[in-house]
């Protein structure tokens, strides 16, 4: 078939800076976040070894770690849009290398006993390489 599915994740370590009036950035210390992303691709029938795909799905962000000023909010989990674009390229019939460009969309809410103070943008680009292998 040409459409598939794929559930992906990976840690993520962002800095969160604000910039000053004075245009000086400041430092509100870090985050570290789960990126999960559910992706529906097109896999397009072609002859040969080469199998480009797109997908498109739903991202879900938790963050579970910070440091700094950001230590005493609350970071709530946020939904997002997740975009990719990828190859697959045959070494052999069982075997498969695979590059593939992933964006995705996070806006979380920083909270202060349950009020909102502001949003972070935490949009990611994720090139991954791999190998892999069919059964």
């Given at each position: 078939?040409?459409?598939?599915?794929?559930?992906?994740?990976?840690?993520?370590?962002?800095?969160?800076?604000?910039?000053?009036?004075?245009?000086?950035?400041?430092?509100?210390?870090?985050?570290?976040s789960i990126p999960m992303n559910l992706l529906v691709q097109v896999r397009p029938s072609l002859a040969g070894g080469v199998h480009p795909y797109a997908g498109v799905g739903l991202n879900f962000t938790p963050v579970w770690e910070k440091t700094g000023a950001l230590d005493s909010y609350d970071i709530a989990p946020t939904f997002g849009i997740a975009a990719q674009l990828g190859v697959d390229v045959d070494l052999s019939p069982g075997v498969l290398v695979n590059v593939d460009l992933l964006w995705n969309t996070a806006e979380p809410d920083i909270e202060a006993d349950g009020v909102r103070v502001t949003t972070i943008t935490l949009n990611t680009f994720t090139l991954s390489a791999g190998v892999g292998f069919r059964f």
């Open positions: 078939g040409i459409f598939s599915a794929e559930l992906n994740l990976a840690t993520i370590s962002r800095e969160v800076v604000i910039e000053e009036p004075s245009e000086v950035e400041s430092s509100q210390g870090s985050v570290e």
